[in-house]
């Protein structure tokens, strides 16, 4: 998958000084920002990743040496970092930002965090999956700057992390706009989804058992994802959609449903979400199948 960046779009994303009636203006192709939706996300999953690898292989509390316990608050700050910019950069399609500044506050956090780990040779086996996440910001860096970048395959090692979420094979989308009947349908399932996302998101406030530091991450997946919906409703209830420019959009929704359906389940949070996140995943299943 080759990139193809507009002139707008370079001056919306690199200029600092860039206004944000431009960057508004600035729109990225569906191709261009489906991809890189996906290198965001490979640098979310790798950093929670090499974090578990490490909370592993170091132990626990007060035997942590200083180094290593340096090394855990950069993987922490990075993964932090790598899970907003993941989430700005998904809600870019509504919201458009330069994201120049966001990019090189993460890849210097991961120049802090590649220097600390180098100095703990019982890491050794992380480097490599470091070094993929090291070269998926490359990526984002190589894009921003008008090169042809292509995406890798995602790592299936990452999903150990976060549960198995993404597509087996790279979709195809059908050309052209939806015919009458399909377009209706489409939005009604645009609604559907936002409906079962709104319910979910109240369920969880509910639960208020389950505010635990872990729990309340979930719950920010949770809103971040029902603003998503609501925003895919609002454009396809307003504008003409096309099977080659949606597709991307709710594929990605579809593989980010998964991860925090996974997410859940593995921390024990949130039960009373489960059903309705699964209604929510079916939805997206029957939209993606209309774009195909």
Do not use: C
């Not at 700057?145 to 990452?158: C, F, M, Q, S, T």
């Not at 509910?206 to 997946?221: I, K, M, P, T, V």
Request: no cysteine.
């Amino acid at each position: 998958m080759r990139y193809r960046w507009t002139g707008a779009l370079l001056a919306g994303v690199l200029a600092g000084s860039a206004t944000v009636a431009s960057a508004q203006a600035a729109r990225m192709a569906a191709e261009d920002y489906a991809t890189l939706r996906g290198l965001a996300e490979y640098v979310d999953d790798g950093a929670q990743f090499t974090l578990e690898q490490a909370r592993a292989v170091v132990g626990q509390g007060a035997g942590r040496t200083p180094d290593e316990r340096a090394l855990l608050q950069a993987l922490r700050d990075f993964n932090q970092q790598a899970r907003t910019f993941h989430n700005r950069v998904d809600d870019y399609e509504f919201r458009p930002w330069s994201m120049t500044q966001d990019l090189n506050r993460l890849r210097t956090s991961a120049r802090t965090v590649n220097g600390r780990l180098r100095r703990l040779p019982a890491l050794r086996e992380t480097f490599e999956d470091w070094d993929r996440v090291r070269a998926d910001l490359d990526d984002i860096q190589r894009l921003l700057g008008g090169a042809d970048v292509r995406l890798r395959r995602p790592d299936p090692e990452w999903d150990t992390a976060s549960g198995p979420h993404h597509e087996p094979a790279w979709p195809t989308y059908g050309t052209g706009d939806f015919a009458s009947a399909r377009l209706e349908e489409f939005r009604a399932f645009a609604r559907d989804l936002d409906a079962s996302t709104q319910r979910a998101v109240a369920a969880a406030r509910r639960q208020r058992a389950d505010y635990s530091e872990n729990g309340a991450q979930h719950l920010a997946d949770l809103e971040h994802f029902a603003t998503q919906t609501r925003d895919t409703r609002a454009r396809v209830e307003r504008d003409m959609v096309r099977p080659r420019e949606i597709g991307p959009l709710v594929t990605h929704l579809l593989e980010d449903a998964r991860r925090v359906d996974q997410s859940m389940r593995r921390a024990r949070v949130f039960t009373g979400v489960w059903d309705e996140w699964t209604r929510s995943v079916e939805t997206l299943n029957k939209m993606v199948a209309l774009t195909r």
